[in-house]
């Protein structure tokens, strides 16, 4: 006999069955609740909602911990490398190291793009944030590849879609940086690993070999792996609700990448560096700002602190903060607006108001100091986000296709007007 929870409505006793998850998360089941006792469930923003049962991530907002199919983020970005968890994430299992050398070649022989995509680039004004580009793109995927349109091919036709998604996207990601700068577009180069190979695209030149620093090159991958996925976020939710409709993973990620640009989910790692500069170029009051960050009557928001999830650290900013002393140590680097954050930092973990609503710094305050420390231009940081969280997307459709889960359909309390009679314009 499974659990179950019992709701008394109206001289009713209606039985609700409880569904435990492997980390003994037990949840309500209320999906017959409405044909039953006629009430719905409403949670706006999700809040205490689970849209799914899923096996890709665990997450423990409240101890910190993260995990990708049960293996700890700490160690992951430790020991492995972003092909390596993306692998992981998709197929369920690490790699043996045949399968990794397999899926490294096959996604090092698919980075290039169609030529015709540069003249869809041309027709972008320079001053295009990528991240619209990339979208854009992204969906204009669908048009060279038709075929992908079907999400019910099979399984190996289904997988040439995934290889192809995971090798194109940095190539279309340097592509739109380059278009911005009104540079030539480098072309992929197979012989190097993912992360240099992007380094090569984003800051390479015709004129001149580049060099491709692999303090950097390293960096860069633990920041991908870091981002690599996160359950049910904003823009996997959009993944999963477009691609339940059976739209193509090029248009649900399109979708989803369109959801990461906001300043609330993954734009808020250019946000938080166009904070800190603002801070910066007002004197460097960090007072004055977590002040005003708690004055109701002003919208502003301190970036990069808070989670929907994470009420007590962040586990992914514990590594990151590390990755960005490191980084900055060894090539060098003094940044003031680093300063800027550690006193932000300690003025807000030191605040009432920051410690009773369990604000923290998330991965994003320390994300944009290690992006701009690489030489990663500001507007491009969600871009990076969404290369590393690409693997994460890929496997949040795939589980939810290869489940056959039903249209994502919420329904709403309707709170408008009744029922009336037309008003003809004479008598408005
Ligand atoms: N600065 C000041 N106050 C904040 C902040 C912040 N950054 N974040 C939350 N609060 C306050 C809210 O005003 C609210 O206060 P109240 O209880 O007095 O009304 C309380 O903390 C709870 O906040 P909510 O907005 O209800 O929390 P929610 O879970 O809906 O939002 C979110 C989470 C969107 C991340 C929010 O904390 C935020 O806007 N943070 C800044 C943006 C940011 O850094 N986003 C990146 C998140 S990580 C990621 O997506 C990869």
């Not at 160690?75 to 399968?99: C, D, M, N, R």
């Not at 290039?112 to 944030?129: F, M, N, Q, R, T």
């Not at 992204?138 to 036709?157: G, M």
Request: hydrophobic share 40%; with cysteine; aromatic share 10%.
């Amino acid at each position: 006999m499974g659990k179950k929870a019992e709701l008394h409505y109206e001289g009713k006793v209606f039985e609700i069955p409880v569904v435990t998850g492997s980390e003994n998360e037990n949840a309500l089941d209320i999906s017959k609740l409405r044909g039953e006792s006629g009430l719905i469930t409403l949670d706006r923003g999700f809040k205490n909602t689970g849209s799914t049962q899923s096996a890709i991530t665990f997450l423990n907002g409240e101890e910190g911990i993260l995990r990708y199919r049960g293996y700890s983020i700490e160690e992951l970005a430790e020991k492995s490398s972003f092909l390596e968890v993306s692998f992981l994430l998709i197929y369920g299992e690490l790699p043996t190291q045949q399968e990794l050398d397999k899926f490294t070649k096959d996604i090092s022989e698919h980075s290039l793009v169609h030529e015709d995509v540069k003249s869809i680039l041309d027709g972008y004004p320079s001053k295009a944030h990528p991240m619209g580009v990339l979208s854009s793109l992204v969906s204009a995927l669908t048009a060279f590849y038709p075929k992908s349109l079907d999400p019910n091919r099979s399984k190996e036709q289904i997988n040439g879609t995934i290889i192809r998604f995971i090798a194109k996207l940095p190539t279309l990601a340097a592509w739109s940086f380059k278009n911005r700068m009104r540079q030539p577009i480098m072309y992929p180069k197979n012989k190097l690993n993912y992360t240099s190979n992007f380094l090569h695209m984003m800051f390479g030149l015709p004129t001149q070999d580049t060099e491709i620093n692999p303090v950097v090159a390293k960096a860069l991958d633990k920041l991908l792996i870091l981002h690599a996925d996160h359950e049910q976020n904003c823009s996997a939710s959009t993944v999963r609700i477009v691609g339940s409709s059976h739209a193509s993973l090029y248009a649900s990620v399109s979708a989803g990448i369109a959801a990461l640009w906001g300043p609330l989910h993954g734009g808020a790692n250019q946000a938080v560096i166009e904070m800190l500069e603002e801070i910066k170029a007002d004197g460097g009051d960090v007072d004055k700002y977590v002040a005003k960050a708690k004055d109701k009557s002003d919208p502003f928001r301190l970036m990069g602190f808070g989670h929907r999830v994470y009420k007590n650290f962040d586990p992914r900013a514990t590594i990151i903060k590390k990755a960005a002393d490191d980084v900055l140590r060894e090539l060098g680097i003094e940044d003031p607006v680093l300063d800027i954050a550690m006193k932000l930092e300690k003025v807000a973990l030191e605040d009432e108001y920051f410690k009773v609503r369990g604000l923290y710094p998330n991965v994003d305050f320390y994300s944009g100091i290690i992006y701009r420390a690489l030489g990663i231009p500001t507007d491009m940081f969600t871009v990076m986000f969404a290369i590393g969280r690409l693997p994460g997307w890929i496997s949040q459709w795939k589980e939810m296709r290869e489940n056959n889960e039903p249209i994502g359909r919420p329904r709403q309390v309707y709170t408008g007007a009744t029922e009336r009679a037309y008003v003809g314009m004479e008598n408005r």
